[in-house]
Structures are given as C-alpha cells and as structure tokens.
C-alpha cells in the first residue's frame, strides 16, 4: 500500500508556542512509519517556516525551557528555510497535521492559508475553528442552540468594571481572554479589589475580556471523534492539584492534575453531556476531532467552550479518552488523518 505524506505542522506564534511543539514532537514519534512519510515543519516565534527531519524533532530540547523568553527552539537559516505553504505542497505532502494551538493556530488563519495553497489538513475547517476559538461568539452560538452556559459579561478596554457588578453581583468571577487556550491569562477573582489586576493580566493578551460568574463544580471534557457522523468519547473528569482550576501548569506539568476516565458521574448524565457535546461539535461545524468542556453543578452541565485542535501531549486529555475507548495513540493519529483525507 503507497504510503501517505503528512507534513505535521508545529510550533507558530502564539503563547501556546511551546506546548504546539511538544504536541508535534508527539505525533511525529507516534505515526505509524509503516502507513505515513513524515516531514516535520516548524514554525517560528516570528513566523519563520522550517523543515526538520524526523530524528531533528524528536532531539529537540525541552521547549517549555524557553517558554517566556524570545529564544528559538532551533536555529533558522536559509538552508532550510521554506517561504510559503506552497513549498509545503511542492514536496509532494498529502495532508498537513496541524500539531498548533491558540491564535494564528486555533482561529482558524492557518487552516485559510492551507486552503488558499491547495493544501488538506486534519481538523476543523476556518469558519468552526474562529467561531471554536472566540470564546464570546461560540457562547452566543450555544446560547442560541437553548443550552446552558455560565453567565457572563464581556468587556472591551475602555468598559467601566460597574458592567460586571450589575450583571453578576459580587466576586467570585473567572475571568479569561476571549481568544486565548491553554487557560493563558485565565484567573479566580475571589475579592473585588483583584477584579482590577485580572482583567488587567488577561487583555495582556486580547482585546476583549469574557468575566463568568464563577461556577465551583466538577470539571468535566468530552473528546469527540468523527465528521458528518462524529462519536462521543469516554468522559474524563478532571481533578487539578497545581491550582484552583484546571490552569496551564495543571495541564502540561506532570502529576498537575488527576484525569479520571471515565468521569465518576451516573450513566445517564454522562450520555446526556456526550449527546450534547457532539450535538454542539456537529452544529459548529468541527471535522476530525475536538473537545467540548464543561463545568457540572446541582445536576446542570454549563458548556465552557469548544477545542477544535484538543493538545497532544502526553499530559493530553484527548489521547486519554481515545485509550478508554480502545483507540491507540497512534490508532487516533491514523483516524484523524483519514477524516481529513
């Protein structure tokens, strides 16, 4: 059987810089060799495309140790250098992998650019990957399906903070960027004189600012695997030990946070949340796969938001629900190439 030419897409501009590679580097390891021929494309902090071989990107130092610095994972030199996404298709690539998460990753940009070159790639398509990745607007489109969100107000810079205070009374609040992942930003506000501080730290990193009433609850994900007949996955229930909330640090540090798969809710609320979150994922338009989150309380599921390129690492919730469904890691990274095939 002729092997299939993946290029898998990492790295990128946006804060989650570190964790796309870490995210590459795994699926570039877990390929099946036998079935796929790999060419590994790494994006710079600046937005520098690289080529690297294989053996290259699985010997890439820690990337989390440059986190927070302008330093490059590697050097970038004309050698191999590639100017657009159409040198990309000039190697003869089948499919790109995109291994990227947040902004430029995430929204939908790349997934244009990709399109523009004549490219496939896995994954959700532009418009459900920028309605997945604008928190605000993917509440209004769930609100209009009737299902539940938290309540929240949603501020510009120049908002006076009274906004906050006539919508949803006194702390606490969980306060985000709109157009982040990873929990980048992401704060508790417990007392109103932090509101301030908050908001401050998430427009840091977007220009609008989405304040939630705080919902204190079990925090629940569901993986969803498919396109125009997508399948919801074992839930998993997740349980941080670094902070309050399922924060960056919960997320890609090791023994951050307990994921209990499957989710330790009754049987009938569980196919109630995976109903839902495939509905939601269906709605939106996702393709490949995806992850919809939510936050479980007094018998009500309040949907959070929608990840329409879920991480990969090997601290990833994705490839955990995939294993206690009986798929493999690399048996996942097969089934998402071929949905976007």
């Known amino acids: 059987m002729k092997k299939i030419n993946v290029a898998v897409l990492m790295g990128g501009v946006s804060s989650e ?8 580097q795994q699926v570039v390891r877990s390929l099946d060799k036998s079935k796929f021929n790999i060419t590994p494309v790494l994006i710079s902090k600046r937005g520098i495309w690289r080529t690297l071989s294989v053996a290259e990107t699985l010997d890439l130092p820690d990337p989390l140790k440059i986190k927070g610095t302008e330093k ?31 902004t430029f990753a995430e929204d939908g940009t790349i997934q244009g650019l990709l399109e523009l070159s004549g490219l496939k790639y896995t994954g959700a398509g532009v418009l459900a990957s920028s309605l997945g990745m604008n928190k605000l607007m993917f509440r209004k489109f769930v609100t209009g399906l009737s299902l539940l969100v938290p309540k929240y107000v949603s501020l510009k810079k120049n908002d006076s903070l009274n906004k906050v205070f006539n919508v949803l009374g006194m702390p606490p609040y969980f306060v985000k960027p709109n157009n982040q992942g990873s929990s980048v930003g992401a704060s508790i506000v417990k007392v109103k004189k932090d509101l301030v501080s908050a908001v401050k730290n998430a427009f840091k990193y977007d220009d609008i600012v989405l304040v939630d009433e705080y919902i204190k609850g079990k925090e629940i994900t569901c993986a969803v695997l498919g396109n125009e007949n997508p399948v919801a996955l074992p839930l998993v229930e997740i349980v941080p030990k670094k902070g309050e909330f399922f924060d960056y640090e919960s997320k890609y540090t090791e023994s951050g946070s307990d994921e209990i798969v499957p989710a330790r809710i009754s049987k009938s609320f569980t196919k109630r949340i995976q109903k839902t979150a495939a509905r939601v994922y269906k709605e939106i338009g996702c393709m490949g796969f995806g992850r919809v989150d939510f936050i479980l309380k007094d018998g009500m599921a309040y949907i959070l938001e929608i990840n329409t390129i879920p991480g990969l690492t090997p601290m990833s919730l994705f490839p955990k629900a995939a294993k206690a469904a009986g798929v493999s890691y690399p048996g996942l990274l097969d089934k998402i190439i071929r949905f976007g095939l």
Do not use: C, L, W
């Open 17 to 24: 810089h570190e964790i796309s590679i870490i995210s590459g």
């Open 72 to 102: 490059e994972i590697v050097v970038f030199n004309k050698d191999n250098n590639i100017s657009n996404p159409g040198d990309v298709k000039k190697k003869g690539i089948d499919i790109v992998f995109i291994a990227m998460h947040g």
